[in-house]
């Protein structure tokens, strides 16, 4: 148990960091129990934590997304029938890209060569919301326990999500291009070692370009959280004692446009201040699932209707788990 919880909080938290800046600022005359000190310290602190994860998570899902490019997926998803289809497909979502905007030309390549329209929904579900990186990252801040039932619920929602779409029977609710696209099937060389680590590489620094933006937004935002706003208003308003925080949160998250390494800072900071677990939970999943430009992007590919479809079913399923988290906090943190 010694040995997890070092590597908790010095390996996957960097808490040597937190102290190392902290004493760094003290000697360069800053005060970090001061507001204004204790803002730079966390987003120093949490900026370079979450670039360091950044870039070693997305190196490791990146070299192992190599042995899954989206032809031996497609195959390896088209050998299974039923729910247990969905289940592939939401495994191999936590494979792929870390947003939503990314899963989608995927899930039209998937729609396009023929899969059923269930089994792609999952993946979509899947991808942004339960990657990898979202369980090393959860863990370094909430722990593991809640990291592990958070990424289970979330698989859980995707196959329950895809085998719903797949029951009503919506493959006319996708756009004609997409459903005649003709899918060619491409015999590619086995890559090299050196060709997946260049490529997990180019992942690196093209997804670091993507997101670093959102990274300062969302530490900054989690900076002025944790030490200008008044832990009583955010306990009023996203604590016990607001029995529609889940709802709320999940409605403000959905029209945000993030990543989960954007919204882990305000994640931590509001956990901080009072808020419940399952009420930042519903936030993190309506921001990374259902987020307006993903949205918008998917609107090309399907039709009003089984968009909506998409939305409610995501929206439910998040308000559910993070009640259900709620329920259960006092078991986890």
């Known amino acids: 148990m010694m040995i997890w919880d070092f590597v908790q909080n010095q390996i996957l938290g960097m808490k040597w960091m937190n102290t190392l800046i902290g004493n760094l600022l003290e000697k360069a005359g800053i005060d970090t129990s001061a507001r204004m000190g204790g803002s730079v310290q966390f987003f120093l602190y949490d900026v370079l934590k979450i670039t360091i994860l950044l870039c070693i998570l997305i190196f490791i899902i990146s070299y192992i997304q190599s042995y899954f490019p989206p032809e031996r997926s497609k195959k390896l998803m088209g050998r299974f029938h039923g729910v247990w289809a969905n289940c592939i497909a939401a495994l191999l979502g936590t494979v792929t890209p870390f947003c939503s905007c990314s899963s989608i030309p995927l899930f ?10 269930g089994v792609t929904f999952s993946f979509l579900i899947s991808s942004p919301m339960v990657d990898l990186g979202s369980l090393v990252l959860l863990m370094s801040i909430f722990g593991s326990k809640v990291a592990i039932i958070y ?4 698989l859980i929602i995707a196959v329950i999500g895809g085998t719903i779409i797949e029951k009503l029977d919506l493959e006319n609710e996708v756009e004609e291009f997409v459903r005649k696209a003709n899918a060619v099937d491409i015999n590619m060389d086995e ?3 050196k060709e997946r680590i260049s490529f997990a590489k180019q992942q690196v620094i093209e997804t670091f370009k993507k997101v670093f933006l959102y990274i300062l937004i969302g530490v900054g935002i989690g900076a002025v959280i944790h030490n200008w706003i008044p832990k009583s208003w955010v306990e009023k308003i996203l604590g016990n004692n607001n029995p ?3 709802i709320l949160a999940t409605l403000v998250g959905i029209p945000m446009y993030a990543d ?5 800072p305000v994640a931590e900071a509001l956990l901080a ?3 419940q677990l399952g009420t930042i939970l519903s936030f993190m999943m309506g921001v990374t699932t259902l987020s307006l430009p993903s949205i918008i992007m998917l609107r090309k590919a399907v039709k009003p209707k089984l968009i909506w ?11 559910i788990v993070g009640y259900f988290f709620n329920k259960i906090q006092y ?3």
């Open 244 to 246: 529609f925080g889940v």
């Open 191 to 193: 890559p090299t070692q």
């Open 151 to 154: 990424v289970i619920v979330g």
């Open 273 to 275: 201040k009072g808020a």
């Open 331 to 333: 078991l986890l943190v």
């Open 260 to 264: 989960i390494f954007g919204t882990i």
């Open 309 to 319: 479809i998409f939305i409610l079913i995501c929206a439910i399923g998040i308000v």
């Open 108 to 117: 039209i390549g998937f729609t396009g060569a023929g899969l059923s329209l």
